[in-house]
Each structure stands twice: as C-alpha cells, then as structure tokens.
C-alpha cells in the first residue's frame, strides 16, 4: 500500500530564509498531491495541488515540485515569516474515490 | 452559519460507552471523511462516504460505526469507546471532481478531541 514519509524532526529556520520540506512517497506515482497547513488546535486547511505532468506550481511565496522519477515532493517557502510556523501536510489519493491519504507532517518554526 | 461543523469539541468518555461524534457540513458536499490524529501516525483515515446511503471503509475502521442519511450529516460511532480510541477526530468534506484532475480538495472542520478514561 502506498505509504507517505514527511520528515518527523521539526525545521527551525530564522525569518527570511527559504523552508524546504520534503515528503516521500513509496509506490506508484499519483495523480496529484497536496499540500496542507495545519495549526496548532485546528484541522489542516488546503495549500497547493500539483498533477503528475506538472513539475513546479506556485502560490504566492509558496513553492510545490513533484519529480515522479524521484517520488519526491518539495514544499517551499520563501522569505518565510514567524506567521509561517505551523505542521504542514502531505496527501495523496489513494485507492477509490480518490481518497486521501496523509503523511505524519513536518513542523516548522520560524524564528524571528 | 456556511462551513463544516464538528461537535462536540471535546469529549471525556469512560470504557465501554457509547460515543458519538456529529459532523455538519452546508454546501451539499457528496464526499465526507473521517480522520483521526495522533501522535506519530498523522491523520489516518477510518471511514468515508461517497454520498448519502454510501459509505466504506478506511485504513482503521474497527471499533467505528458511521451513517448517512442525509447528505450534510456524518455521525461517527464508536459502540464500545476503547482507551486506544482516545485521539482527535477530524471531518472533512469535498466536492467530487474539482479542478481538472478530479482531484478531491479537503475541508476539514475544527476537530473532536476524545478522551477514553
């Protein structure tokens, strides 16, 4: 079954930098994937989706890639801001219906 | 008011009892999920419904009970509340097909954090 691997450790990064995060994916190439932020207290709210044919999608000061050759997806946030700390999701569908299933999410401190 | 709304936010239960969590969604949303979150597993998926009168199972079902009668409603059930059940329980809801790959874009209500004493 396909499984999704996020980096467990938190990311702490000063204001102004780039975040990256990375999320894994095990098996077959999906459709799409998502990302999602979640705050502390609430549920994951949706960020970006980006298909199997599209290498890069932005959003703002946000940045998704997906490499299916690498089953890799790369979130990025550019001249990131405390504002920006917070868990953030990776999803991907799996099975019918298009449900999706998570990774366990990156936390990320920015710190002023 | 618009949105999807979980209740109750939190819950203290004893072993052995019947919970139910209530879940409300107001756009007619076809698709509705339940989730629950815990440490070092992330949100795993328990049950989800195509539409009214059409529901299946997740990765961990047992132990949980759902139903939908009606589409802006999907309560969960757990018959017999068991100390691992203790978690947050998010809903979710989403539009089939929405952008051009038929992707499902998730709506999460604000969550039901149980405890199993």
């Known amino acids: 079954s396909q499984k999704i691997e996020q980096n467990s450790e938190a990311l702490n990064i000063q204001e102004g930098k780039t975040a990256t995060l990375t999320c894994n994916y095990t098996n077959y190439s999906p459709a799409y994937l998502q990302w999602y932020r979640q705050d502390p207290g609430r549920g994951p709210v949706f960020l970006l989706l980006?298909?199997?044919?599209?290498k890069e999608k932005r959003k703002e000061r946000l940045k998704v890639t997906f490499d299916t050759t690498l089953k890799q997806s790369l979130f990025h946030i550019t001249a990131s801001q405390p504002a920006d700390s917070a868990t953030y999701l990776c999803a991907l569908p799996s099975g019918g219906y298009n449900k999706l299933i998570f990774g366990a999410g990156t936390r990320l401190a920015v710190h002023p | 008011d618009a949105g999807i709304t979980q209740s109750p936010r939190y819950k203290i239960t004893e072993t052995g009892r019947q919970v139910t969590l209530m879940c409300h969604q107001t756009w007619s949303h076809s698709y509705m999920f339940w989730y629950r979150q815990d440490l070092g597993h992330g949100l795993r998926l328990i049950y989800y419904?195509?539409?009214?009168?059409?529901?299946d199972k997740g990765e961990v079902p047992d132990g949980y009970v759902v139903s939908r009668s009606k589409t802006e409603n999907f309560p969960l059930t757990l018959e017999s509340a068991t100390r691992s059940q203790t978690s947050v329980y998010f809903c979710?809801?989403?539009?089939?097909?929405?952008?051009?790959?038929?992707?499902?874009?998730?709506?999460f209500g604000a969550g039901s954090r149980l405890t199993v004493l």
């Open positions: 979710a809801s989403s539009a089939p097909g929405q952008g051009a790959s038929g992707a499902n874009v998730l709506t």
């Open positions: 980006i298909r199997e044919n599209e």
């Open positions: 419904s195509a539409a009214a009168d059409i529901t």
